[in-house]
């Protein structure tokens, strides 16, 4: 019965002027498969049976490029999260594509890569909606990474640096050393397969993380009493981070790539069989302290 349709195939069946009766001579260069100039074409008309009329065939140009035009808007700036997204399934990570839903709209997903129709075995885990999954990690971002404390030591830095980076240097290396110790306890605690291999790592990142959350309040304590500090451009902050969604897209995902390091998504089925999606957004060390946040 031959190989299924492919896309590429399909929209070159659409953009084929052969089914409209007309021959098209001098499309293709002299021993090559590479398209000339549209102005050298050469078209005979009416050299055999027509399956659709020429205005069917136009509208259906129209419509293609209106969709094309649609993917080149939407793409550039609009997901939040490329990149950063690996499935808790398979491993693989998740690219993002374009989809029209059951009611004829264009949406924005992310879908893993394991699920590709090329690979012997598919996850069972293919796509989230990106609206939903940017949403949620925004708001663990506000909640847990833009606290008031960590905006108070934002300021400060920017108000004073020099007296920061005095102030920073009492605790520089424990707290240097504490982040790179952080770092490695958390791959391992995602590694760890056996109960009493995760309860060792857990304990001993919580250990670590409280030490490292004592050193980062002396410091804020010690920044905070800076006079240089003016509380209505640390109210501004605040009006920054409770209107996230409201920023550009483009700096957001830039900002987002700096401080977080991935994000897992795992669907997972309850006893009634319903489908249920998470995640758990890993911090960068550098940004936040405390666990994977689920969402």
Not at 116 to 134: G, I, Q
Not at 144 to 161: F, I, Q, V
Not at 192 to 215: M, N
Request: net charge neutral; charged share 25%.
């Amino acid at each position: 019965m031959g190989n299924p349709f492919r896309y590429d195939g399909v929209q070159r069946i659409l953009q084929n002027p052969i089914y409209t009766g007309r021959t098209i001579s001098g499309r293709f260069s002299n021993g090559k498969f590479s398209r000339i100039d549209d102005e050298g074409l050469i078209i005979t008309e009416d050299t055999h049976p027509a399956l659709v009329t020429v205005d069917q065939f136009d509208d259906v140009q129209s419509i293609l490029r209106r969709k094309k035009q649609h993917q080149v808007t939407t793409a550039a700036g609009t997901f939040l999260l490329s990149g950063l997204i690996r499935c808790g399934t398979c491993g693989c990570s998740f690219h993002c594509s374009h989809a029209v839903n059951g009611s004829g709209e264009m949406n924005d997903y992310y879908r893993c890569s394991g699920s590709h129709p090329d690979k012997k075995t598919k996850c069972v885990h293919p796509t989230v909606t990106a609206a939903d999954l940017e949403r949620e990690v925004l708001k663990a971002v506000k909640n847990h990474l833009l606290t008031d404390e960590n905006l108070k030591r934002c300021w400060a830095a920017y108000a004073n640096p020099e007296a920061t980076i005095n102030l920073a240097g009492q605790f520089e290396d424990k707290i240097v050393e504490l982040k790179a110790m952080i770092a490695t306890g958390q791959k391992n605690l995602i590694l760890a397969t056996r109960p009493e291999d995760f309860a060792v790592i857990s304990d001993q990142l919580q250990d670590w993380k409280s030490e490292l959350r004592g050193l980062q309040r002396q410091s804020v304590d010690q920044q905070s009493s800076n006079p240089g500090i003016e509380p209505l451009s640390l109210e501004k902050l605040r009006e920054c981070r409770d209107s996230i969604e409201l920023a550009d897209r483009k700096l957001i995902a830039v900002a987002l790539a700096k401080v977080i390091d991935q994000i897992i998504v795992t669907r997972i089925y309850s006893s009634t069989r319903q489908r249920i999606t998470t995640a758990k957004v890993l911090f960068h060390p550098d940004s936040y302290f405390g666990e994977p946040i689920e969402i």
